[in-house]
């Protein structure tokens, strides 16, 4: 089956650290791009960090650099996302993401119109920031 399974949420006070995981089955991430993205309760999904698999090169929203960080473990065929730093304006539901055409634009992958080309989504997962 193929699928991306997301874990790592929760309640976090601020200023300290989550790491969010997103495992692949039925395929591998090696030359995806991926990405991590969020939603607010009304507003639309939001690119926070993007990766091109091939490449290795990434692109962080402006609101989570310098605090947020994409990483890949091949051999395990998970993506993360670590963040540090967390803002009660960090909570959302986070969401992973995966397409198998890479061209090595992360920042367009992290973009709006990018979101309809994803083919694989994880579940979502919660994190709160608060005290």
């Known amino acids: 089956q193929l699928q991306l399974v997301e874990s790592g949420g929760g309640l976090v006070q601020p200023g300290g650290s989550l790491r969010l995981s997103c495992v692949a089955s039925g395929f591998t991430l090696d030359y995806y791009a991926i990405g991590w993205f969020r939603q607010f309760p009304g507003k639309e999904r939001e690119g926070v960090a993007c990766m091109s698999g091939s490449e290795g090169n990434t692109y962080y929203a402006d609101s989570v650099k310098g605090r947020f960080t994409i990483s890949t473990n091949n051999a395990e065929n998970t993506v993360y996302l670590q963040m540090n730093s967390l803002k009660p304006e960090d909570t959302a539901v986070y969401y992973c993401?995966?397409?198998?055409?890479?061209?090595?634009?992360?920042?367009?992958?992290?973009?709006?119109?990018?979101?309809?080309?994803?083919?694989?989504w994880g579940q979502g997962t919660q994190v709160t920031v608060s005290s």
């Open positions: 993401a995966a397409d198998p055409q890479d061209f090595g634009f992360a920042d367009y992958y992290c973009s709006g119109p990018y979101q309809d080309e994803y083919d694989f």
